[in-house]
């Protein structure tokens, strides 16, 4: 799958496509039916089919404080996009900026003379140009005028599928693992490149592969039961998402504890799947009082990995 950034890099080879706009936060399945049509439109019309996200989320540039938790980051989305079938995917840059544009530089400058729009699928409650004031009768009445197509996700989805990317946000934070599993199709994760940090793991006979979340918010805090992908293999695990009270920690950040693993992870891209939540973060007297837990958590999480393992092979027996 092509990966365009900006949209200075679109070429005139891109013009003429089947096209999406929207977030497709986490991908779930309501995204994956939707983008399973989008993919036999565009074959049908013997186009490529692309989809359009904004970096960052509008949310995360007027209302910062505001704006959800991201279910995955850019890296995620694309590789999820790339499993459904998409053929390119195009992310632009959002700005004040690029908010004020008219609804008509968005549709005839980007969609129709950029991007050459021959089919568009967008959410009814989709909002674009100065003040939010373009909207979906807008681009019925342009796609009238101009010779496009455009629907709704809503009439484009399979089976009136109600899921939604909060709806999954909700089932994490309260830690109803299943089901968030049944509407991603999957177990939720955070995949990211280890990072040196303070080695304090070490020190206590629990070494840590860590992963910064950077700037992005996080949908779920707390110590869990995790699977960890490492080049293609899976190893069982514990992990803490969250700022380290303990350690004065003030950077959010994914540590996770890897059972029966020896070897350099520094640089190495990583993919945590969240099994179970053990408990929430909490900040602890000292050092010792922090180990004794860290060791409590690491059996428990043992014991579930064991028993959740167990139960997809019998599932999938």
Known sequence: MELIRGIHNIKHAHHGCVLTIGKFDGVHLGHQAVLANLVAKAKALSLPSVVMVFEPQPEEVFAPQQAPARLSRLRDKYNALKAVGIDRLLCVHFSHKFAAQSPSQF??????????????????????????????????????????????????????????????????????????????????????????????????????????????????????????????????????LGNRPTLSGSRLQLETHIFDFRGDLYGKRLKVEFIDKLRNESRFENFAALKQQISRDAERAKAVLVNYDKKMEDINE
Request: charged share 25%; glycine share 10%.
């Open 107 to 240: 549709v005839h400058e980007l969609l129709l003379n950029k991007l050459g729009v021959r089919f568009l699928v967008v959410g009814d409650d989709f909002r674009f140009g100065f003040k939010r004031s373009g909207d979906f009768a807008y681009l019925q009445k342009a796609a009238v005028e101009e010779g496009f197509d455009v629907v709704s996700t809503q009439s484009f989805r399979v089976d009136n599928c109600r899921i939604s990317s909060t709806a999954i946000r909700d089932a994490l934070e309260r830690g109803d693992f299943k089901a968030a599993q049944s509407m991603l199709g999957r177990p939720y994760s955070i995949s990211g490149k280890v990072v040196h940090g303070e080695k304090n793991g070490r020190t206590i006979g629990f070494p840590t592969a860590n992963i910064l979340l950077k700037r992005h918010k996080a949908p779920l805090h707390g110590v869990f039961a995790v699977h960890v992908s490492i080049d293609g293999e899976q190893y069982r695990g514990v992990a803490n």
